[in-house]
C-alpha cells in the first residue's frame, strides 16, 4: 500500500494522528503486561500446581479470539469510542451503545483508581512512609497532566515505562535459565497439579485467573483516530503485542515452577522476588519494588488515556454532554474528558476496599468482549469504502463461546454489584437524553431521540 493510499483512508478526526506502529505496540504491550503479573503465579500455583504455563497458554488463546474481532471492527470503523461505536452499528440501539461504552468506563475509571490506591500503597512504602489517598490522588493529578500534554509524550514516556516493567520479567527468565544450566531445578514439577484436581480442571479453573493478565488490548481501539495508516499498523500492533506477551507470561510461569514448588510461590507476596532469590542472584528487594512501581504507573497512564478518549467518542455519538468532546486548540487532547474521568477516579480512591470492585472490572469487560464478537459477525452485511482487516467468522463465535464460559465463573455477588453499575448508568443515559430533549424542545432544533449515529456520521463529515 503506497503513503498516499494510505493517506486517503485515513478519515478525517479533530484529534492529532500521531501514533505509529512501534508506539502503538509498546501501548498496547505495556496495558496487557500490566502490574499483574508480578503477583500472578502464587494465585495461579493455588489452581494449576506446577502447571502454570498451561492457563497462561489457554488464556492468550481465549484473548487471541476477542482480539480477531477487535482488529476488523477498529479498522472497519476508526473512530474513538470502541465497543460503544461497534454496539451502536450493530444493534441501532442508543441504549445498548451506551451501556457498552459505560461497562468500559466503569471498568476503566475504577481500574485506574485501584492502580493508583496500588502505587501509594506497599510499592511505594518500600521507599517512603507516605498516607495511601493523598498521593493517590496527586498521582492520577499527574496522570492526567501527561495525558493533556499530548498522545505523543503520553506514549514515550509509556515506551520507556514498557521497557523497564519488561526487563523485570526478562530477569526472572534470565536468571533462572543460568540457574537450570547449572543442574538447578526440578522440571518434573511442570507437569504436577494439584492433588485430585484433573489437570483439565485445574487449567481451565487457573485460565479464567490468567484471562485477567490479558486484559488491556481492547483500550487501544480507543486510540484509532490518533493511529497513523490504522489498516496497517492496528493488527500487526495487536497480534504483535498479545504473541509478546504471551510468549514473555508461558517463560516466566516456566521459570517459576522450575525455580520453586507451588507451595513456596503460594506463601510468598512476591512470588517473582521468592524465584529470582531461589535462583541464587543476588537482586535487592527494592529493584524490584521499583519495577513494579514503574508498571503500575504504566497501567495507569494507559487505562486514564483509554477512558478519556472513550469518553470523547461517546460524547461525539451524542451519547454523553456535548461538552465532554472538547479538544484542546494546541494540544489536540480531550481536555474536558481526561479531567472528569479524572475526578471521578479520584473519588473512587475514597472508597478504599475495590476488591469487589476489582472483579467487578472483569465481568463488565467481558460484557463488552461479547458485545464487540456480536457485533463484528451482525456488521458483516455492512460495507465500507475503505480497506480493512477481516477475521475468519469461526474466530468470533469461539469469542463468544469463551466471553460465556469465562462469565459462568464469576460470583453471584460480583453480578449483583455489576448489576447495580449497569443500572446506574441506564439512569445516566435516560437523564442525559431528557436533557437533551427540553434543550432541542427551547431551540426547536432536531430532537435528541434522532439517530445519534446518522448525526454522528455528519458531524465527522463536517469535521
Known amino acids: 500500500m503506497t503513503s498516499d493510499t494510505a493517506r486517503a483512508q485515513e478519515k478525517p478526526t479533530r484529534l492529532r494522528r500521531a501514533i505509529t506502529g512501534p508506539l502503538l505496540f509498546a501501548f498496547i504491550l505495556g496495558d496487557v503486561l500490566g502490574a499483574g503479573i508480578y503477583a500472578l503465579m502464587g494465585v495461579l500455583s493455588e489452581k494449576v500446581g506446577g502447571m502454570l504455563w498451561a492457563p ?11 482480539a480477531g474481532s477487535y482488529a476488523e471492527l477498529v479498522t472497519k470503523y476508526p473512530r474513538a469510542g470502541g465497543a460503544s461505536v461497534f ?3 450493530a444493534f441501532h440501539s442508543p441504549v445498548v451503545s451506551f451501556l457498552v461504552g459505560f461497562s468500559m468506563l466503569a471498568a476503566g475509571v475504577t481500574s485506574a483508581a485501584g492502580l493508583a490506591i496500588a502505587f501509594a500503597g506497599d510499592y511505594l512504602g518500600t521507599f517512603f512512609d507516605l498516607p495511601t489517598i493523598p498521593v493517590a490522588i496527586v498521582f492520577l493529578a499527574v496522570v492526567a497532566a ?6 505523543r509524550e503520553s506514549l514515550g ?28 531445578g526440578d522440571a518434573s514439577r511442570l507437569t504436577q497439579t494439584p492433588e485430585g484436581t484433573p489437570a483439565a480442571m485445574a487449567v481451565l479453573a487457573g485460565a479464567v485467573i490468567a484471562y485477567y493478565s490479558f486484559v488491556g488490548f481492547e483500550t487501544s481501539a480507543n486510540m484509532i483516530e490518533e493511529v497513523k495508516n490504522p489498516r496497517r499498523t492496528y493488527p500487526r500492533a495487536l497480534f504483535g503485542a498479545l504473541f509478546t506477551a504471551g510468549a514473555v507470561y508461558v517463560l516466566v510461569g516456566i521459570a517459576s515452577s522450575i525455580a520453586l514448588p507451588a507451595s513456596d510461590l503460594q506463601e510468598s507476596s512476591g512470588p517473582l522476588l521468592s524465584v529470582v532469590e531461589a535462583a541464587g542472584a543476588s537482586i535487592p528487594s527494592w529493584l524490584f519494588s ?38 484542546l486548540p ?52 455492512d460495507r465500507v469504502e475503505h480497506d480493512h482487516f477481516r477475521i475468519w467468522t469461526v474466530i468470533p463465535v469461539l469469542g463468544i463461546g469463551s466471553c460465556i464460559l469465562l462469565l459462568t465463573q464469576q460470583r ?18 435516560l437523564l442525559a437524553r431528557w436533557g437533551r430533549n427540553r434543550a432541542a424542545a427551547r431551540t426547536g432544533s432536531p430532537s435528541a431521540t434522532t439517530d445519534t449515529r446518522t448525526t454522528t456520521e455528519e458531524n465527522h463529515d463536517n469535521h
Open 412 to 429: 453471584p455477588a460480583v453480578w449483583l454489584f455489576g448489576g447495580i453499575l449497569l443500572a446506574v448508568g441506564g439512569v445516566l443515559y
Open 56 to 66: 497462561l497458554l489457554l488464556a492468550l488463546l481465549l484473548a487471541l479470539l476477542t
Open 290 to 327: 521499583l519495577i513494579a512501581l514503574v508498571a503500575v504507573a504504566n497501567g495507569a497512564l494507559l487505562t486514564m488515556i483509554m477512558v478519556s478518549r472513550l469518553t470523547y467518542g461517546m460524547a461525539e455519538q451524542n451519547l454523553l454532554p456535548s461538552v465532554l468532546g472538547r479538544v
Open 146 to 151: 501527561l495525558n493533556a500534554r499530548g498522545i
Open 330 to 381: 494546541g494540544r489536540k487532547t480531550p481536555w474536558v474528558a481526561i479531567l472528569t474521568t479524572t475526578l471521578v477516579a479520584m473519588g473512587l480512591t475514597l472508597v478504599g476496599d475495590l476488591a469487589t470492585l476489582a472483579e467487578t472490572v472483569v465481568l463488565l469487560l467481558l460484557i463488552v468482549f461479547l458485545s464487540v464478537n456480536v457485533s463484528v459477525l451482525v456488521l458483516r452485511r
Open 87 to 89: 454496539a451502536e452499528r
Open 157 to 184: 514516556a509509556n515506551l520507556v515505562m514498557t521497557a523497564i516493567e519488561l526487563s523485570g520479567l526478562v530477569i526472572v527468565i534470565a536468571v533462572v535459565g543460568v540457574f537450570v544450566a547449572g543442574g538447578g
